[in-house]
Nanobody, 124 residues
């Protein structure tokens, strides 16, 4: 079992930055590809970014490409999402997800483990 705990959400003005963290339990963190998904009020949860187990490969949704950066520190069992140039439309609950695989995944169904989410609110 892998437990994921997100942190770092909050309220920020448009154009600002936030860094989300996701701490994972377990001793084989580098065997897990990790992803960030988000869900805005009244909308379906959607893919934001993913990273392979070693951190070599990353994938981004078009809506965040060039503004968000996913990274990981396997020594700390932590994955990060650096969010820059935030827009009001980035307002959502952000969820960390993990799957036992070397490759990145963009579909929710590919992920077995989920955190409880952290809220990001971007004011205009």
């Amino acid at each position: 079992q892998v437990q994921l705990v997100e942190s770092g959400g909050g309220l920020v003005q448009a154009g600002g930055s936030l860094r989300l963290s996701c701490a994972a339990s377990g001793r084989t963190f580098n065997n897990y590809a990790m992803g960030w998904f988000r869900q805005a009020p009244g909308k379906d949860r959607e893919f934001a970014a993913a990273i392979s187990g070693t951190g070599t490969f990353t994938s981004y949704a078009d809506s965040v490409k060039g503004r968000f950066t996913i990274s990981r520190d396997n020594a700390k069992n932590t994955v990060y999402l650096q969010m820059n140039s935030l827009k009001p439309e980035d307002t959502a609950a952000y969820y960390c997800a993990g799957r036992y695989s070397s490759g990145t995944g963009r579909e929710q169904g590919q992920y077995y483990y989920w955190g409880q989410g952290t809220q990001v609110t971007v004011s205009s």
